[in-house]
């Protein structure tokens, strides 16, 4: 049996949609700051926390069941 590389995709593109909705929070790292203290080295790490928009999630989820639906017809 062989899978069209697009249902593929488009099963890829579903589950990042259903993962953006059950966790919509990202957090990246944005700076990374060493300072000497005392003779100590300190790192400081700042993370930024970016949040997706159900809008996203939700345009995710069509895109790959058109990709799937797509692939599964006959011209």
Do not use: D
Request: charged share 15%; aromatic share 4%; net charge positive.
């Amino acid at each position: 049996m062989k899978v069209h590389p697009f249902v593929v995709v488009g099963v890829l593109l579903i589950a990042a949609g259903i993962a953006a909705l059950i966790h919509p929070n990202l957090s990246m790292p944005s700076k990374k700051r060493e300072l000497q203290i005392s003779g100590q080295k300190v790192i400081m790490e700042n993370t930024r926390i970016v949040e997706l928009p159900r809008v996203f999630s939700v345009l995710l989820m069509i895109a790959g069941g058109s990709l799937i639906f797509l692939s599964t017809r006959k011209t």
